[in-house]
């Protein structure tokens, strides 16, 4: 009897890192959504702020970093950042003190860049995904933002 606890015991734990580290290698393609554009660098940028736009979101800041990187003397492919804000979502996570905790990650981020293949590429944090482990509040708007930015991307994604 001693031994069949022993090996349960032993089957848990072997069990329990098992999952750990299947979970340590799938988080960041779990955390980081990555598309391919229909379109080149240029197009996929106005297209993609066209779509902004039309969607009724608000685009507080674009950050080119290949401009960035060139004042420091480093010459990288392009990339630009852009912040995005819905004041309707945002206010009711910051008007409640509980939920402003997740403010660092206000406003939704979407990157724009190319790669070495020639390729132009989006990338952006699976909000609807981190949004299941916080609060009610920040579920439902963290979900809401999500699948809007995803309505957003759909112009530079090819259709399935």
Known sequence: MKNSILSGLAGLVLGALITMFVMYQMAPGMMI???????????????????????GWKMPAVHDLQKTMDKFGYDVKSVKVFELCHPDHAKKILEADAERIVSSMMPCRVAIYEKNDGKTYISRMNSALMAKTMSNLIDEVMSIASSENEEILEVLLPTE
């Open 33 to 55: 959504l990555e598309d391919e554009s229909n379109y080149n660098f240029e197009e996929s940028v106005v297209k993609f702020e066209e779509s902004v736009k039309a969607h």
